[in-house]
T-cell receptor, first 109, second 112 residues
Framework: EDKVVQSPLSLVVHEGDTVTLNCSYE??????LLWYKQEKKAPTFLFML????IEKKSGRLSSILDKKELSSILNITATQTGDSAIYLC?????????FGQGTELSVKP | DVKVTQSSRYLVKRTGEKVFLECVQD?????MFWYRQDPGLGLRLIYF???????EKGDIPEGYSVSREKKERFSLILESASTNQTSMYLC???????????FGSGTRLTVV
């Protein structure tokens, strides 16, 4: 059975800290690994990682895909209160996404 | 600004009612999806559609059905709502098979 597992499930840090969110996957016919950020409403796209693009960076956020270990990490440096959200990891199988449970990040001032 | 619109942000329905959740996208996407999101369980796929009039079951289709009569609209139907269907429902669409979805803002459904 396909599954995606995220850890930790929740995390509380202070502004300025660096955080690492983890995602492991077992997805048949795996195509790509995606990260989304969800605040109070719609999840918004952060990164997509495939075999041809295993590291992505955007400002203070970066992500790496380890295809050997079937895992990915999302790093956030110099965290801000605006980074508080649920971070979702998903594996793409065909055109469908298999999601993990999400990591709820809370950044305290 | 491209958009996926879900008709209701909050809904309260009674057990046994027939419930319709509507989703409309303006991006001419082929693919549309319905997920439910529950604490500790993440997003789980209910139904999806890769074309008009086409539908396929996801991982948790029991108690749900869908309709896609037009490309831009994908409706989720709860034939007889039950309390265990209380959840956040998210609609999404995409144009490719790599999974880069655009999500709607969600409908928080409470069944009492």
């Amino acid at each position: 059975e396909d599954k995606v597992v995220q850890s930790p499930l929740s995390l509380v840090v202070h502004e300025g800290d660096t955080v690492t969110l983890n995602c492991s996957y077992e997805v048949t016919n795996f195509r790509s690994l995606l990260w989304y950020k969800q605040e109070k409403k719609a999840p918004t796209f952060l990164f997509m990682l495939t075999s041809s693009g295993i590291e992505k960076k955007s400002g203070r956020l970066s992500s790496i895909l380890d295809k050997k270990e079937l895992s990915s990490i999302l790093n956030i440096t110099a965290t801000q209160t605006g980074d508080s959200a649920i971070y979702l990891c998903a594996g793409a199988r065909g055109g469908k996404l298999i999601f993990g449970q999400g990591t709820e990040l809370s950044v305290k001032p | 600004d491209v958009k996926v619109t879900q008709s209701s942000r909050y809904l309260v329905k009674r057990t046994g009612e027939k419930v319709f959740l509507e989703c409309v996208q303006d991006m001419d996407h082929e693919n549309m999806f319905w997920y439910r999101q529950d604490p500790g369980l993440g997003l789980r796929l209910i139904y999806f559609s890769y074309d008009v009039k086409m539908k396929e079951k996801g991982d948790i289709p029991e108690g749900y059905s869908v309709s896609r009569e037009k490309k831009e609209r994908f409706s989720l139907i709860l034939e007889s709502a039950s309390t265990n269907q209380t959840s956040m429902y998210l609609c999404a669409s995409s144009w490719d098979r790599h999974g880069s979805y655009t999500f709607g803002s969600g409908t928080r459904l409470t069944v009492v």
